[in-house]
């Protein structure tokens, strides 16, 4: 079963979505970004969610693989620890840029989420962690 990197991403992207429903969090916005006049897109945001009065920005970080052709599965490097230094900065940027895009009071609480999957192709099934408050400033 041959599967993109983009494919994995936004199956990923649903899993934590309907995950975040599940556990009463109230979509906000998807896939939001951020780019330089028609250049690249500088910073992406993969789900807006809000709970409890608190928005949470969401890093979804999904990793698959046949457990038939890797019986090593736990070799992977946990999906959460890519986020690093480099793209908490973004994400951090780009959820202050949304904020105001979407005329927040700047006190308004927020915070970093990661969704970590590990999706098992053969077995259609994933592992799901959620870390709340990942990171902040």
């Given at each position: 079963m041959?599967?993109?990197k983009k494919?994995?991403?936004?199956?990923?992207e649903k899993i934590a979505e309907n995950f975040l429903k599940k556990k009463g969090y109230r979509?906000?916005?998807r896939n939001f970004f951020t780019r330089l006049a028609l250049g690249p897109k500088t910073g992406e945001i993969d789900i807006v969610a809000k709970k409890d009065d608190i928005i949470s920005f969401v890093e979804v970080k999904t990793i698959a693989f046949n457990y038939i052709d890797n019986n090593l599965k736990d070799s992977f490097i946990p999906p959460e620890e890519?986020?690093?230094f480099q793209k908490q900065r973004k994400i951090i940027k780009t959820a202050q840029i949304w904020l105001s895009k979407n005329k927040m009071p700047l006190d308004k609480k927020w915070q970093i989420d990661v969704i970590s999957i590990k999706i098992d192709l053969d077995l259609k099934k994933a592992e799901i962690k959620h870390f709340p408050n990942a990171f902040g400033e």
């Open positions: 041959s599967v993109s494919q994995i991403g936004e199956l990923g979509i906000l916005d890519k986020v690093n």
